[in-house]
C-alpha cells in the first residue's frame, strides 16, 4: 500500500507533468477540442523489459482504461527503432526506447514527442567479449567486428566507449544485428564483442560468462524515455496523463519489490528469474517529466550522430516536445 511520502511523490511528478509536459500540448488545438477528443482503443508497443513490460502484466492500465470504453492493444517490438518506426507509420500510439532511437527516427521525420523518462541506468548496458577472448579494453577493438543494434542505445555507448579509448567510429568494423540475431553471432564467435543491454546482458553474463569491456558508467546517462505519437497525444492528453500516472505507480511499486519483478519479467521475456533480477538490480526507477537537462543530453547525442553521418541530418530536440511542432 502507498505510505504518505510516495503518494506526495506522485502527486509532485503528475503535476509537473500535467504543467511541463503535457499541459502545452493544449496551446496546439483549437477552443476546447482537446477537452472533447475521446479514444476508443490505445495501442501500446513495448519491449522485453522495463516498466511498461510489468504494467502490461499487471494489468491495471487496462482495468482503468476499459471503465473509460478505451481498450487497449500491446504490441511487442525486439527493439527501440522498430517500435518508434511502428510509432511513425501509425500502427501504435504510445511507446518506450532508449535515447538514441528518437533520434534517429526524428532524423526520418516521425511526427512523435517526449512524454517523460526514466532515471539514468548506465550499468544497463555494456559492450561484452566472450570469456575466452584475448581483448581486454576497449581499445583492442581496433579492427575488430563489433555486433550492435543499429539506432539503439548501445550506438552511443559504443561511439563514447571508443572516443575514450582514443579511438575513432570508422577504426572498427560494426556488424548491424538486431538482439537475436547478435546473440547467436555473439555465440558462435562470428562478431568479435557484443554492444547490449539488459536483459539480455544479464543473459550474455549468466549464460555464456561474458566479461564486460565498459558498461556506461562514466559515459552514458541511459535513459529510457516514453513517447507518443504527436497526433495521439494532442489528441488525448488526458489519456496519456492517465497513462503516466499508471507508470508513475508501477515504478513505484517496482522499486520496492525487485523480487516480485524479477518473476513477473521472468515469465513475460522467457528468461530464468537469477538473470532477469540481475537486470532489474541495475534499472533506474522513478518517471519523471522531460525537462531542459535531460533535452540538453539528448541533444549532445544528436549532434554527435549528425556529426559521425550516423543521421543524414542536424535535428532539433526540443521541437519533440508537447506544445512544438515537427
Known amino acids: 500500500m502507498d505510505n504518505n511520502n510516495t503518494r506526495s511523490a506522485r502527486r509532485r511528478t503528475l503535476g509537473l507533468l500535467s504543467a511541463a509536459a503535457l499541459g502545452a500540448i493544449a496551446t496546439t ?28 502484466a499487471r494489468g ?8 473509460q470504453g478505451i481498450d487497449v492493444k500491446w504490441t511487442e517490438f525486439p527493439a527501440g527503432p522498430a517500435l518508434l518506426e511502428g510509432l511513425n507509420v501509425g500502427s501504435i500510439d504510445f511507446g518506450t526506447v ?4 528518437p533520434i534517429f527516427a526524428q532524423a526520418a521525420g516521425a511526427n512523435l514527442v517526449y512524454i517523460a523518462n526514466e532515471p539514468p541506468a548506465p550499468l544497463s ?4 567479449v566472450p570469456k575466452t577472448s584475448t581483448l581486454k579494453t576497449v581499445k583492442d577493438l581496433k579492427g575488430k567486428k563489433v555486433g550492435l543494434n543499429k539506432g ?24 548491424y544485428l538486431p538482439p537475436s540475431d547478435a546473440r547467436a553471432a555473439f555465440e558462435r564467435g562470428s562478431i568479435d564483442a557484443w554492444v547490449i543491454w539488459d ?8 549464460q555464456f560468462g561474458a566479461r564486460i569491456l565498459a558498461d556506461g558508467q562514466g559515459l552514458v546517462a541511459n535513459h529510457q524515455f516514453f513517447l507518443a505519437s504527436r497526433p ?3 489528441r488525448n492528453s488526458d489519456i496519456v496523463k492517465l497513462i503516466v500516472d499508471e507508470l508513475v505507480r508501477t515504478d513505484e511499486w517496482s522499486r520496492q519489490n525487485v523480487k516480485e519483478v524479477a518473476a513477473i519479467l521472468a515469465g513475460q521475456i522467457g528468461l530464468p528469474a537469477d538473470i532477469v533480477e540481475l537486470a532489474a538490480s541495475r534499472y533506474a526507477y522513478g518517471v519523471t517529466p ?17 556529426n559521425l553521418k550516423l543521421i543524414p541530418k542536424k535535428i532539433n530536440v526540443r521541437s519533440a516536445v508537447t506544445g512544438a511542432r515537427l
Open 60 to 67: 491495471t492500465l487496462d482495468k482503468r482504461l476499459a471503465a
Open 199 to 206: 536483459p539480455f546482458l544479464a543473459a550474455a553474463e549468466k
Open 232 to 234: 495521439y497525444a494532442e
Open 29 to 56: 488545438l483549437p477552443g476546447a477540442a482537446l477537452a472533447q477528443s475521446k479514444a476508443g482503443s490505445l495501442r501500446i508497443g513495448y519491449q522485453k523489459y522495463g516498466t511498461l513490460t510489468i504494467l502490461k
Open 125 to 128: 548496458e555494456a559492450i561484452v
Open 98 to 101: 532508449g535515447e538514441a532511437p
Open 290 to 306: 522531460v525537462n531542459d537537462a535531460v533535452l540538453h543530453e539528448q541533444q549532445k547525442i544528436a549532434d554527435v550522430f549528425a
Open 152 to 175: 539503439s542505445n548501445v550506438h552511443y555507448l559504443l561511439v563514447k566507449a571508443l572516443e575514450k579509448a582514443g579511438l575513432d567510429y570508422k577504426d572498427i568494423e560494426p556488424i
